[in-house]
């Protein structure tokens, strides 16, 4: 299990991009991942997406603010 960093852009036009940020948990590696590669195919929510791998993180080494 996998949890993605999604982003939205926020604010207006005329402004400096900013960025909204939040970890989506339930993503499954839907292929073998391979280091030199950086890049990841996960399945999440039926859809196969490829992100880059510091967008992904094992559920098990997220950090909880808690």
């Known amino acids: 299990m ?3 960093r999604r982003r939205k852009m926020v604010g207006d036009i005329w402004e400096p991009p900013r960025y909204e940020e939040w970890w989506v ?3 499954l590696v ?3 991942y ?3 590669e950086k890049i990841v195919t996960v ?3 039926g859809e196969t997406l490829r992100l880059p791998a510091n967008d ?3 559920v ?3 950090k909880t603010d808690k």
């Open 30 to 32: 839907a292929k073998e």
């Open 34 to 36: 391979h280091s030199w």
């Open 25 to 27: 948990d339930g993503g």
């Open 2 to 4: 996998v949890r993605i």
């Open 60 to 62: 098990s080494r997220a």
């Open 56 to 58: 992904v993180q094992l």
């Open 43 to 45: 399945s999440l929510e």
